[in-house]
């Protein structure tokens, strides 16, 4: 019986904000993914392309181009999981950025466990697509 391959995640992290994007940096770090990150979202589908990754985490509110339209411009470029996080609290935003091609929507600030447990369900969905499904490495059991 030959055993599955398991390769590091590749996360994408769109978020104009340095401390929002550190904490989140942080929050992932014990997961040993391979994480890239974008300041706005020309940049963000620049690497996108670029990195290839296996999913996105993009913040709703962004300098130029806001995170709905840069999910659009993501969905013409990949199939990644794109989930969107944003302290806007608003079922019209959620349902905007979800009929626009985003798979996921998390209100900031968000624990670890919760991040984690959101990023694992997306992978789980979209490993139908892939032979080899990426697998973030914390365990989320309490200590």
Do not use: W
């Not at 904490?23 to 994480?35: C, G, Q, Y």
């Not at 989930?83 to 996921?104: E, F, H, Q, Y």
């Not at 998390?106 to 990426?134: C, G, T, W, Y």
Request: charged residues 20%; proline residues 6%.
């Amino acid at each position: 019986m030959q055993m599955a391959k398991v390769s590091q995640m590749r996360i994408l992290i769109i978020d104009d904000d340095p401390a929002g994007t550190e904490i989140l940096e942080m929050l992932l770090s014990p997961t040993k993914a391979v994480i890239h990150h974008a300041c706005n979202g020309e940049s963000g589908l620049a690497l996108a392309k670029e990195f290839v990754p296996d999913i996105i985490l993009l913040d709703y509110m962004l300098p130029g181009i806001n995170g709905l339209q840069t999910t659009r411009g993501l969905r013409k470029i990949t199939t990644a999981p794109i989930m969107i996080l944003s302290v806007l609290d608003d079922p019209v935003t959620l349902a905007k950025v979800l009929n626009d091609g985003a798979d996921d929507y998390l209100i900031k600030p968000a624990s670890r466990e919760v991040l984690l447990a959101h990023i694992n369900n997306l992978m789980r969905r979209f490993d139908q697509r892939r032979k080899e499904q990426p697998s973030l490495l914390v365990s989320l059991q309490s200590a």
